[in-house]
């Protein structure tokens, strides 16, 4: 995706996969300054640890409190944060909606949940309620996020009856855990919790879509998976690197011919 983008506006650059083990991030980054890397994204397990070691970060990274995208300047990094843009513009791009008129369940508070769910406590949603498997970091997070909110922000325990009440009264689902990333991972809800009129965003995302998305399209309900977030929050990414507005057409189809399907 990224090359495809380099490519459409003759900019000589590669983008190239390198794993770090986790913990190995300080000693890594000299390295990579050597190799040549003006930048990069990180994911899992470096978010958080990416974010205490760029000296700038901007809003975005300071809102997460992690950095997915860097920025290596002379002597120092400047971190940035693209994932809940990027879920915004994807979400945008699908269904248009109005935050303020949602009723919200985010089931997942690591990384990414815990991005969404900040976010999306300052858009002022109609409701807002947490939910994870762990309940002490929805509690904790539930707390830190309240006096961004409008509402009171909730929190359920997973796959309690509460849950199962807060999910009836849901416009917006956003399923946040890593449950899908196998074919066999089992569903993160019952499944008669999916339902006409229920929108669902999976962040997961696999080639032949996730089962969580399988069976809420299969129930009636509107479903998509993180492929749209992938790519915008890597379009955001292009632009913060090159200065450039993404050629968004080209990286779309990259994507899309890598994952054999379109989004
Ligand atoms: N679309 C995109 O662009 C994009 C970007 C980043 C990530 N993602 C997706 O988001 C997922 C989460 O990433 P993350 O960075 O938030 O990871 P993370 O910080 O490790 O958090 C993992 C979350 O999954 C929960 N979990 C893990 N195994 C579970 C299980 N067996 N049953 C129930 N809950 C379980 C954890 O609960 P506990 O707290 O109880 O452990 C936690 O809430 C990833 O799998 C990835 O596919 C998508």
New binding site residues.
């Given amino acids: 995706m990224q090359e495809a983008g380099f490519q459409a506006l003759g900019i000589d650059a590669e983008y190239l996969r390198v794993e770090i083990p986790d913990g190995d991030l300080p000693a890594a980054i000299p390295q990579l300054r050597k190799t040549g890397f003006r930048g990069w994204n990180c994911?899992?397990p470096h978010?958080e640890a990416m974010f205490a070691l760029c000296k700038e970060t901007d809003a975005t990274a300071k809102e997460a409190a992690s950095v997915n995208t860097v920025v290596a300047l002379e002597s120092d990094l400047r971190g940035y944060s693209t994932?809940a843009d990027?879920w915004e513009d994807a979400v945008k791009e699908a269904w248009n909606l109005d935050f303020r008129a949602q009723r919200i369940l985010v089931l997942?508070?690591?990384?990414?949940?815990r991005t969404l769910a900040t976010r999306l406590a300052g858009k002022g949603c109609r409701a807002l309620v947490l939910c994870?498997?762990?309940p002490e970091?929805a509690n904790r997070l539930a707390k830190e996020i309240q006096p961004l909110a409008k509402g009171s922000v909730g929190v359920v325990a997973?796959n309690s009856p509460e849950f199962g009440e807060a999910m009836q009264k849901t416009n917006l689902f956003i399923h946040?855990?890593?449950?899908g990333?196998s074919s066999h991972d089992p569903l993160?809800l019952p499944k008669t919790y999916l339902r006409p009129g229920l929108k669902i965003y999976d962040?997961?995302?696999r080639k032949e879509f996730t089962p969580l998305v399988r069976q809420a399209r299969a129930r009636g309900a509107e479903a998509l998976d993180?492929?749209g977030?992938?790519l915008h929050?890597g379009a955001r990414a292009f632009r913060i690197w090159t200065g450039k507005e993404a050629p968004l057409k080209d990286m779309r189809r990259a994507m899309e011919q890598a994952a054999g399907r379109s989004l």
Avoid at 108 to 113: F, H, I, N
Avoid at 176 to 179: E, G, K, N, P
């Fill in positions: 994911t899992l978010k994932d990027g997942g508070c690591g990384g990414v949940g994870n498997r762990s970091k997973w946040a855990t890593s449950l990333l993160p962040t997961v995302y993180g492929l977030m992938l929050q």
